[in-house]
């Protein structure tokens, strides 16, 4: 079930310089359930950024903001230290740790989400690095789930889906899936970073649109996405992600096609009757059924 990897990402060269800063450290929260997509799009305005954190980003005046270009205060670039220096680290467990703290830091379910620190993740290029270390340390699962959990959570920002899609972040997350089809963690988050990363609705971009094609009639996407439900039917952090990713999938009718062929309908049935008195579950499994079996 690999994917080809014909297109390698490059690792920005601002990664080369190094930074001695004054460190605040922090507990890393606990992963928790990552919230809808829709759920994003309502959170973006609500948290202003906070001066007390590692990271602060500041915004260039009106007039040399065509751009949205972002800008590291020197005194306080903590996490371009902390990326540099643990994930291209020699050692896999010193990148899992990396990516760990990365996490913590744009981690969608924080109480106080910055977006800020995603943005600023994306125009350093840590997604480069991610996919870079999902493919170099393919036998290390820690790096996998690590990887994959960051992917996810960067991808909730629209600035960063088209760049985590051009370095083959969709491909190394699929490679991930597909390598470890029993690791909770990796499918977890494997399959929340695709729900992120695809779409066929009208309004996706043609990058996001592409990606979505290929994993559907290219890579075999969905046999992997029933693989996860029906290995881990009662989490139920994985079935929701699997039923939104499948909902994203729209209902055009050579995706409806595959859909059938690969036995969504019925693992989105069972999700169904496992959980009758989950409203989320009924709500999104039923859209899943919509677009496969067409609405009435």
Known sequence: HSISESKQPEIPQRFQTTTTTTTTTASMPQRKRSRSKNA????????????????????????????????????????????????????PTAVARGMEKLHGLVNVDRPHWERDRAQLCGSLGA???IVASLRKWLDHPDVQEWGCFCIESLSFLDCNEDKIIDCGGVEAVLNALNR????????????????????????????????THKFVHDHGGLAT????????????????????????????????????????????????????????????????????????
């Open 40 to 91: 994003k799009k309502e959170e973006r305005e609500v948290d202003a950024p906070d001066n007390s954190t590692v990271v602060v980003i500041k915004k260039e005046e009106e007039d040399n903001t065509a751009n949205g270009s972002v800008v590291i205060e020197p005194s306080l670039s903590e996490l371009a230290r902390l990326v540099m220096e643990n994930m291209i680290h020699p050692d």
């Open 127 to 129: 997604h480069c690095l």
């Open 225 to 296: 996405v029933v693989r996860a439900m029906e290995r881990f039917p009662s989490d139920q952090d994985v079935v929701l992600e699997c039923l939104i990713l499948v909902q994203n999938l729209g209902a055009k009718a050579d995706v409806r096609r595959v859909m059938i062929e690969s036995n969504v309908g019925n693992a989105v049935v069972s999700a169904l009757n496992l959980y009758p008195k989950n409203s989320q579950v009924s709500k999104e499994g039923m859209r899943c059924l919509k677009n496969i079996f067409g609405k009435p």
């Open 180 to 211: 470890y089809p029993h690791h909770l963690g990796i499918q977890w988050g494997g399959c929340g970073a695709l729900r992120n990363l695809l779409s066929c609705s009208e309004t996706a971009s043609a990058t996001k649109q592409g990606i």
